[in-house]
């Protein structure tokens, strides 16, 4: 073999891929918001997820990129682990679309469709056309590249090299650890298998053992979704690993079923008899239906291994508890007599949960520590889930037969819930400004870092002895918590006003005088939210 003939061979893999790209993108633009919105639509039902999975791959030619879009959506909690590996298990099915198209011989029409696809690109306007433009551009790319690799590969079986190393890879095994590092390499299993019906068609592989690349191709396949990973939650590289496990017990399964009954692969070369470029599509997808009408009853399985293999933190751990009820999720089991204490446990509970966000939030706030961004955007998404699940557990309350004293104070308790989610709130919006500051790389003054911190003491002081008072109903710090609360009145005014005299005096910048005096507020505004708390308890008793 020529360098002129690896060259073209190259060249061929080259034009294949980026094809696939164009042709990629150009389906993604052109179907917009739509993948994202038929993703978000695959619910824990499995035979829809699959379908999803299904279509979202054939559009995109590429089941890496319904995984990563997978992989995002359950990193950011849009879907959740069940219903991506129905999803998964779809884009297994879709991509073996494309060695069923490649199957087709339309080399010939290739740079006709190459030439319109450009025409179309180049010189219509309108941004849908040029979206149908690059989709067949790419296509013709796609075929170009194909007939580039079948050229270049003729001439390499009538090289006493290649043959050898064909013939050393007659091990099943080896074919597959093959298949598995040749589709890693172009990180497209969809490319590898052209490639392969490539060799075939010119007779440098047979057809079963080109079965065996097929098959470690699936495998594969999926490091690029690993490499996404990388940079995602737990529950991301969880979505990852399902992929990876999902691939290699089908991988084992069909591995198993050519060794021990290849009177299967007869069958399916009896489909395209004089055809091997077809059977070796109609044999990737025939092996990811089967794989999937096997495994899909045992999806449970395989989530709850991927969890056990990335165990849960003991973060996470807590989030999950948070998000459910302890004390009132069998309301209609507690006696009237105790809900409403019940209800108050609860909402305790919320209350710790509100003020630990809080004091993270502050921590972020002052340390510049990103790593606590996501854990108080987790806590806040408990606290809302609480606010809403307690809410409607005492509106079922309300019409249960509570004593007077009880349904009267669940007004109160509800104003409680209020107060309590708004101090969540807030921490979530002090995280906000401290992105803000390392984005724009704002830094107060030490004049300013004094003040603030000295606030921020009084504050977190504030909402421990407020909601002290509504857990345990001791009025003892009462009087503190009042105290507390003027005093940060106070310290708001002075903090403006000092703050307005050093923006006069040009001594600060603008741009830090907008987080400052929202700083200030803020804790402000949590103060009085803190004392409400308290109020709740003590109000319904005077």
């Known amino acids: 073999m020529t360098y002129l003939e690896i060259f073209l061979l190259l060249g061929g893999v080259g034009l294949f891929l980026y094809g696939m790209s164009i042709m990629s993108t150009g389906l993604r633009n052109a179907c917009g918001d739509r993948l994202q919105h038929i993703l978000e639509g695959a619910t824990s039902n499995k035979f829809r997820a699959i379908l999803v999975g299904i279509a979202v791959t054939v559009l995109v030619q590429s089941s890496s990129a319904t995984d990563v879009m997978v992989i995002g959506f359950v990193n950011s909690e849009l879907m959740t682990l069940g219903q991506a590996i129905g999803v998964i ?6 991509t073996t679309v494309t060695a069923q198209i490649t199957a087709f011989n339309v080399s010939a029409y290739a740079p006709l469709l190459i030439f319109l696809g450009a025409v179309i690109f180049m010189f219509v306007k309108k941004q849908v056309w040029k979206h149908i433009g690059s989709i067949i551009l790419g296509f013709g790319m796609l075929f170009q590249g194909i007939k580039l690799m079948k050229d270049s590969i003729l001439p390499l079986s009538e090289t006493e090299g290649f043959k050898n190393i064909v013939t050393s890879l007659s091990n099943p095994f080896l074919l597959l650890l093959f298949g598995v590092a040749f589709t890693a390499l172009l990180q497209s299993s969809s490319s590898a298998t052209v490639i392969f019906q490539a060799f075939a068609i010119q007779g440098l592989i047979e057809y079963k053992s080109c079965v065996y690349l097929v098959i470690g191709s699936a495998i594969g396949s999926v490091t690029p979704n690993l490499l996404a990973s990388l940079t995602t939650n737990r529950d991301g590289k969880r979505t990852a690993l399902l992929n990876l496990l999902f691939n290699l017990i089908r991988a084992a399964i069909m591995f198993s079923l050519v060794t021990f009954f290849p009177k299967v692969l007869e069958i399916i070369q009896g489909f395209s008899p004089d055809n091997v470029a077809r059977q070796i599509a109609n044999t990737h997808t025939i092996f990811a239906i089967l794989a999937v009408l096997l495994i899909a009853p045992f999806s449970g399985l395989i989530v709850k291994l991927a969890r056990r293999l990335i165990p849960l933190t003991e973060e996470e751990s807590q989030v999950n508890e948070g998000k459910s009820l302890m004390f009132l999720s069998n309301l209609d089991k ?22 630990k966000n809080f004091e993270t ?3 972020c706030f002052y340390n510049m520590d990103d790593s606590l961004v996501p854990k108080v955007a987790k806590m806040e998404e408990t606290v809302n889930y609480l606010d809403k699940n307690i809410i409607a557990k005492l509106v079922e309350l309300r019409s249960s037969d509570l004593p007077e004293k009880d349904k009267e104070a669940l007004y109160y308790l509800v104003l409680a819930i209020d107060d309590i989610e708004r101090i969540s709130d807030f921490a979530e919006n002090i995280t906000g400004f401290q992105q803000s500051m390392r984005k724009d790389k704002i830094e107060f003054s030490k004049e300013a870092v004094t003040e603030l911190k000295e606030m921020c003491e009084k504050c977190k002081r504030e909402v421990e002895i407020c909601f002290e008072i509504f857990e345990t109903g ?7 918590a ?3 609360e003027n005093d940060l009145d106070n310290m708001q005014e002075t903090l403006m006003s000092a703050h307005i005299k050093r923006l006069m005096e040009e001594k600060c910048n603008p741009s830090k005088g907008v987080v400052f005096t929202d700083m200030v507020t803020l804790l402000e505004r949590c103060s009085d939210h803190a004392l409400s708390v308290a109020y709740s308890y003590i109000k319904p008793r005077k």
């Not at 298990?89 to 879709?94: D, Q, T």
């Not at 001791?474 to 503190?480: D, K, Y």
């Open 89 to 94: 298990m779809g884009a297994n099915i879709g």
């Open 482 to 484: 009042i105290i507390l």
């Open 334 to 355: 507690i006696p009237p007599s105790m809900a409403f204490q019940q209800a108050r446990k609860e909402v305790a509970r919320m209350a710790h949960i509100s003020r």
């Open 474 to 480: 001791s009025e003892e710090h009462l009087r503190e």
């Open 361 to 363: 939030a502050l921590d």
